[in-house]
């Protein structure tokens, strides 16, 4: 049995990519993380009286998904590279942003993914001393250079048959995530692992 964690692909708007949250249609995005698991980032309210608008949705939608049973891990607060800040900077990213999302949804996240990958052994000791799991992806569909939905849905596709499942990285910025992400959904449960047939080689959507 293959397992496969779909992430970030419909999670909250961080706080810097405020501007592009026009570009997210939230309704899709709600029906669509009812049949996959995600690690959302929350948008930090400015006092702009779109952003705050947008902040409270995106609050709305992240607490909807809590309650649905899904997962919620944290991404920073602004999207920085920690390797970069200092510690009590690179902590501050990480615990401002625990702080916002058990603000929405009564708890604390357990799992973590650090900006663009990157997590030093300053960064790892500051998951250690949190209790947080550092969670990265193994699949990967270049989406902020690609706007071809079946091209896309084809390479996660070869990368999943090659690995044998794994964490595929999507963008919720980018409007040709729904539609690839449609794509490999129908192709996973084309392909879905069943108990009643045990034997059957199939993947499995988790969180």
């Known amino acids: ?4 964690a779909l992430y970030e692909s419909m999670s909250m708007l961080s706080a810097q990519m405020a501007d592009a949250a026009a570009a997210c249609d939230w309704d899709r995005l709600t029906l669509l993380e009812k049949e996959c698991a995600v690690l959302a980032r929350t948008l930090e309210a400015s006092g702009e009286s779109k952003r705050l608008t947008e902040a409270e949705r995106a609050r709305k939608v992240l607490r ?3 309650r649905a049973g899904h997962v919620v891990g944290n991404h920073t607060k602004n999207h920085k590279l920690l390797t970069s800040l200092a510690r009590s900077d690179a902590a501050a990213q990480i615990d401002d942003d625990s702080a916002l999302i058990a603000q929405a949804t009564g ?3 357990r799992y973590f993914r650090p900006p663009f990958g990157q997590l030093d052994a300053t960064g790892r000791e500051l998951l250690r001393e949190r209790g947080l799991e550092l969670v990265l992806w193994s699949v990967e569909a270049e989406d902020m250079l690609n706007d071809d939905p079946a091209a896309m849905a084809k390479r996660i596709e070869a990368q999943l048959e090659r690995n044998g499942g794994g964490v ?3 963008h919720d910025i980018r409007p040709a995530t729904l539609p690839t992400l449609k794509l490999v959904l129908a ?3 084309d392909r879905k692992w069943s108990p009643r047939r045990p034997e059957r080689y199939g993947y499995q959507i988790v969180d």
Do not use: F, G, I, S
């Open 1 to 4: 049995m293959n397992a496969l």
């Open 64 to 66: 909807d998904m809590a």
């Open 107 to 109: 708890e604390p996240p």
């Open 168 to 170: 595929v990285l999507l």
């Open 187 to 189: 192709y996973l449960y």
